[in-house]
């Protein structure tokens, strides 16, 4: 059974930056997409970032050139770097994988993921 368990998250203040991980186990897949996506309150959630199984990455237009998708195979973790962060980037993030073929993409759709792991606050302050 896959499980993803997010760690990082926490308060920080305009401008700041947070580094998020997401240590992933039990995985049986050959190939994998991975993900970041967020939810505030009161709003539907939406993706941040996904890397697929070759490292190419995808980002939402919010977070371009901000948003750093990293990932260390050996050690099963996902990682976001977030940088110059903004109060709207305030929400629980949530990284998530499902299984692609070896060249697939990733989309940035979160319908397409049916592992999640249970989120990390994010709090940014003006």
């Known amino acids: 059974q896959v499980q993803l368990v997010e760690s990082g998250g926490g308060s920080v203040q305009a401008g700041g930056s947070l580094g998020l991980s997401c240590a992933a186990s039990g995985y049986t897949y050959s190939s994998v997409c991975l993900g970041w996506f967020r939810q505030a309150p009161g709003k539907e959630r939406e993706a941040v970032a996904t890397?697929?199984?070759?490292?190419?990455?995808r980002y939402a237009d919010s977070v371009t050139g901000r948003f750093a998708i990293s990932k260390d195979n050996a050690k099963n973790t996902l990682y976001l770097q977030m940088n110059s962060l903004k109060p709207e980037d305030t929400a629980m993030y949530y990284c998530a994988a499902r299984p692609v073929t070896p060249w697939g993409w990733c989309r940035l759709f979160g319908g397409d993921f049916g592992v999640w792991g249970q989120g990390t606050q994010v709090s940014v302050s003006s």
């Open positions: 890397i697929d199984n070759n490292g190419r990455t």
